[in-house]
């Protein structure tokens, strides 16, 4: 058997692929994207088998944040890459008349896709078909902490597409480290905010456009006005979903302290209806991706008042789904991004007191807001920023492919699903396009006694 190829000798294969142009043409990127259309239809199974060794990720769960939300992708980009492709004449300057003006999108060559474990087979697929769209080829670095998904992901793309243009390569912060020192022409990274800072300042030093979907604590609000069962029920499902692993998840409630009581009591019963009274027997609640992650969580446990849930159990990574109160911004659990099933639960007064509070940290990936009061929601949306935004919902607004999805700040730059994942790979060249005749001579020197026609024309522009 041959040894395994280098990073660098991997790049170059891929620089020469491109170089041929053979993924630039409409037609080859149709076929491309229809065939992972067919592989991930084919290997449903193997997908869901693979999670649930993972982390006992539920089929139902895979199914729908794994598979289908990558297959609506596809189709969305099979329907439009047609129009995103082309070349868009844009209105043209009086200052350059005469001349045709366009927009041409061209790929940006050979990308590194570092992913992310917890939706391991999504995440770093999805980007992945930006990339395809764009005309561009691509080396995936699937996350170290899901094995059997990263395998399969390795697999798959062996066996449907030429190494040459996609392929995958496994390993954890070294292989990624030994990644980024090559001359990528793009970077698209997901994962934590420390991990983005590494991968931005490798992407510096070559100077590489990098894309980076980061994290942080996403707070969820709930004024006095908002239909409580209903919210609790959006809540319960946008934070337990993946047993919290979801980077959009809402990481803290921040809720108006006359409805703090009687939501707490929703939110328990909602997890009793979803869960049962003991969520360790259900078959739709994952388990804790690794021990560390699971001691990480357990000691935030330590100094909070358990409302809900709190049972752990090591063996199996189990946390259950969890409601802390009593809980203040100084505790170490209000320090850094939960990504796991432990809800604290804050209140607050009034809107402003509450909006201070999240302005006064840096900016989350999402922010949610339940709420009835137009104005109260006109407020949430207007006076804080966030990578994206749900009023009476959680998790929801990144399943729509119209819908750019990133972070801002600290949770991240760059979007991508949708347009946004094809625009994410590729380069918006500005183009010009004049004829030989006429040459206008306003602008060549010699400049005497054109100075005043000069004035002139800029008033026109
Ligand atoms: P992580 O940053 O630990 O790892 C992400 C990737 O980086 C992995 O492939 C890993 O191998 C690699 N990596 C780890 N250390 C590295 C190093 N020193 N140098 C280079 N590469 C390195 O993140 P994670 O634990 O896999 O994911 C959880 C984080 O990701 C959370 O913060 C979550 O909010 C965030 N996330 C964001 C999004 C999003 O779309 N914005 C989606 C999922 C997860």
């Known amino acids: 058997m041959l040894p395994p190829l280098t990073p660098q000798e991997l790049v170059l294969r891929q620089k020469a692929f491109f170089a041929t142009g053979q993924t630039k043409p409409l037609a080859f990127r149709l076929k491309m994207l229809r065939r992972l259309q067919k592989v991930i239809r084919q290997e449903e199974a193997a997908v869901l088998a693979a999670l649930q060794a993972d982390f006992r990720k539920p089929p139902f769960e895979t199914f729908a944040t794994e598979v289908a939300i990558l297959q609506a992708e596809i189709k969305f980009m099979l329907k439009h890459l047609r129009q995103w492709?082309?070349?868009?004449?844009?209105?043209?300057?009086?200052?350059?008349?005469p001349s045709k003006d366009y927009i041409y999108p061209e790929p940006y060559g050979v990308a590194l896709v570092i992913g992310a474990w917890n939706y391991p087979f999504q995440l770093t697929l999805s980007p992945v078909l930006g990339a395809i769209a764009a005309g561009c080829c691509a080396i995936l670095k699937p996350s170290e902490l899901t094995p059997a998904t990263s395998q399969l992901l390795a697999r798959l793309l062996q066996e449907h597409f030429p190494p040459d243009y996609l392929t995958v390569v496994q390993g954890g912060p070294e292989v990624s480290q030994a990644l980024l020192e090559q001359p990528f022409d793009k970077i698209f990274f997901t994962g934590s905010v420390p991990v983005g800072k590494i991968v931005a300042q490798a992407a510096a030093k070559q100077l590489i456009p990098v894309t980076l979907e980061l994290g942080g604590k996403s707070p969820c609000l709930v004024d006095e006005t908002a239909d409580l069962a209903v919210a609790a029920k959006r809540i319960v499902w946008g934070k337990f979903i993946n047993a919290g692993q979801t980077c959009v998840a809402p990481d803290y409630l921040l809720v108006q302290e006359t409805v703090a009581a009687p939501l707490l009591e929703h939110l328990a019963a909602t997890l009793?209806?979803?869960?049962?009274?003991?969520?360790?027997?259900?078959?739709?609640?994952?388990?804790?991706?690794?021990?560390?992650?699971?001691?990480?969580?357990?000691?935030?446990?330590?100094?909070?008042?358990?409302?809900?849930?709190?049972?752990?159990?090591?063996?199996?990574?189990?946390?259950?789904?969890?409601?802390?109160?009593?809980?203040?911004?100084?505790?170490?659990?209000m320090q850094e991004e939960i990504f796991g099933p432990l809800l604290p639960v804050l209140t607050f007064k009034t809107l402003p007191e509450a909006i201070a509070q999240v302005n006064a940290r840096p900016k989350p990936l999402a922010l949610y807001?339940?709420?009835?009061?137009?104005?109260?929601k006109d407020m949430v949306?207007?006076?804080?920023?966030?990578?994206?935004?749900?009023?009476?919902?959680?998790?929801?607004?990144?399943?729509?492919?119209?819908?750019p999805f990133g972070g801002v700040g600290t949770s991240g730059h760059g979007n991508y699903h949708g347009k946004a994942s094809f625009d994410a790979f590729s380069h918006h060249k500005s183009v010009l396009k004049k004829p030989s005749k006429p040459d206008l001579p306003l602008r060549y020197p010699p400049y005497a006694k054109k100075f005043a026609w000069m004035r002139k024309a800029f008033k026109w522009v």
């Open 381 to 403: 949306l207007t006076q804080t920023s966030s990578g994206g935004a749900c009023i009476n919902d959680t998790v929801s607004h990144l399943a729509n492919p119209y819908l």
């Open 85 to 97: 492709v082309k070349p868009r004449r844009v209105k043209a300057s009086f200052l350059n008349f």
């Open 272 to 333: 009793r209806e979803f869960y049962g009274p003991d969520p360790a027997q259900s078959p739709d609640f994952a388990r804790i991706i690794n021990d560390r992650h699971f001691q990480r969580l357990k000691a935030l446990l330590g100094n909070v008042e358990v409302y809900a849930g709190g049972e752990t159990d090591a063996r199996h990574r189990y946390i259950a789904p969890t409601l802390l109160t009593q809980v203040t911004w100084e505790q170490p659990l």
């Open 369 to 376: 807001f339940f709420s009835k009061d137009k104005r109260a």
